[in-house]
């Protein structure tokens, strides 16, 4: 079970005009412009695990307290995925929620890019398992590792993809269980993160708006600063050089990095859209720190409410935290119709990043009960069409002597 925020916020995005926009709604025409110009968000979701793990209970099994971890960090508490939950099951929750709200059906889905640092297998791409999850029969499906800069470079690419005309629709999932991957005796880290996950549908449209730009940065001689070997590493690059698989860390210095970094690619980004920053609303960082995120907005020379905070109830989530961030805050009505924001990043690597976007939504048209329902019908036929795939694999493996019978899917993804 999980919780979401995001779907209380009923809001649709405008993306094209008249009949075209009638006809997606009616699931009569798909919003597919051969040359769209402009990039829009018209969905948005969240997941997020139902167990709470608060500090008073983190101060159980470290030496911290409540009162070090949100004086330091904002942090009060995180969720933390149980039993069968892992980034796949969060990012279909997520995904799901923002293609209902977008009123997206699956097979109109071009492309998903899913941004993750915790994923279940490094092949399949954690996008194939929700490709096949939620019945996305026709999309493109690749994962995308910038740690938590992660959602701001899949955002960017579907931007960009849906800009020149190829992709009409593109679902975007930043996905984490970083409790996986967390060292629960290490004090200086397991005090900050969190599972989660978040969605948005991007599409394409030629009415100005949208994602106005997109700018990526790297620097890896800070690579060891941040760092969790995966499963080809020959020696942990970390600080401590430790070689196990968990989140290892120099906070002090990661700490330096984030604030300067955030606060320039912020301007960059302002920029590079054409704007100025009186004309920002709202900027939604990455939320790793209440510290962080006050330095960078003491750097920007603007007030702390300018800034979009909910890292108290969730931690970092890495690549999850952005579009978990902006699920709430468009719940809580801190986004609104025509609103200039920036999304900002970052994380391993180094890297980091900023979106400029511009908010252009007006009150949804109610989904229809029957539309539910005819979506979650064709999910299902879909799901039905995806075991006869397999079936006729296995078939076909018998008769022409496959050398290897399919084994088991490794994850089938969705509602447990
Ligand atoms: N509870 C109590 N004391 C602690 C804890 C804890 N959980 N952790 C560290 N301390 C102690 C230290 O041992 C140190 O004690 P000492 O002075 O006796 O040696 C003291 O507190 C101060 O330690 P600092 O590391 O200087 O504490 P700081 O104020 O820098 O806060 C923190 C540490 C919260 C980790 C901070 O540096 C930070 O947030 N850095 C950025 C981390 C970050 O954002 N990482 C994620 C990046 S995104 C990604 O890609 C995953």
């Known amino acids: 079970m999980t919780a979401n925020n995001g779907r209380a916020a009923s809001r649709h995005v405008v993306t094209n005009e008249g009949a075209a926009a009638e006809g997606k709604r009616k699931g009569t025409a798909r919003l597919r412009p051969q040359y769209a110009h402009y990039a829009h968000i018209t969905g948005w979701g969240m997941a997020v695990p139902e167990r709470v793990l608060a500090n008073a209970e983190l101060s159980r099994l470290v030496d911290t307290s409540d009162e070090w971890i949100v004086t330091r960090t904002g942090i009060k508490q995180r969720r933390i995925a149980e039993g069968k939950e892992t980034s796949t099951t969060l990012a279909v929750e ?4 923002a293609l209902e709200m977008a009123d997206v059906l699956p097979e109109d889905v071009d492309m998903i890019v899913v941004a993750t640092c915790t994923p279940e297998y490094a092949f399949p791409p954690t996008a194939c398992l929700v490709q096949e999850a939620i019945g996305a029969e026709r999309a493109a499906a690749f994962d995308v590792s910038a740690a938590c800069t992660g959602f701001i470079a899949a955002l960017g690419i579907a931007s960009e993809a849906v800009r020149c005309g190829s992709v009409g629709a593109a679902l975007v999932i930043g996905t984490e269980t970083l409790s996986k991957v967390t060292n629960w005796q290490d004090r200086g880290t397991c005090i900050l993160f969190g599972d989660g996950a978040g969605a948005v549908v991007v599409q394409g449209s030629d009415v100005p708006g949208g994602v106005m730009s997109y700018l990526l940065r790297s620097d890896g001689s800070g690579g060891n600063l941040l760092s969790l070997p995966s499963i080809g590493a020959v020696r942990a690059p970390g600080v401590t050089g430790r070689l196990d698989h968990t989140i ?6 990661v ?14 980004a302002v920029a590079v859209a054409g704007l100025t920053m009186e004309d920002i609303s709202l900027i939604i960082p990455h939320q790793a720190n209440r510290r962080i995120i006050e330095a960078a907005a003491r750097g920007l020379e603007l007030p702390d409410e300018k800034f979009y905070m909910n890292v108290e109830r969730y931690g970092n989530t890495s690549a999850a935290s952005i579009p978990l961030a902006l699920c709430e805050a468009v719940a809580e009505g801190r986004v609104r119709p025509n609103d200039r924001l920036v999304f900002v990043g970052f994380g391993g690597g180094l890297t980091w990043g900023a979106i400029a976007v511009h908010w252009d939504v007006t009150t949804p048209p109610e989904v229809s009960r029957w539309r539910h329902l005819g979506r979650q019908t064709r999910i299902g036929f879909s799901r039905v069409r995806s075991l006869g795939r397999r079936v006729l694999r296995r078939v076909e493996g018998v008769f ?13 993804g969705g509602k447990k």
């Open 400 to 412: 022409f002597g496959s050398q290897a019978a399919e084994v088991e899917p490794p994850h089938r």
């Open 248 to 253: 290892d860390m120099n906070g002090r210095e």
């Open 255 to 268: 700490f330096r990095f984030a604030t300067r970094a955030m606060a320039s690619i912020t301007r960059e």
């Open 94 to 97: 997520a995904a799901q929620r």
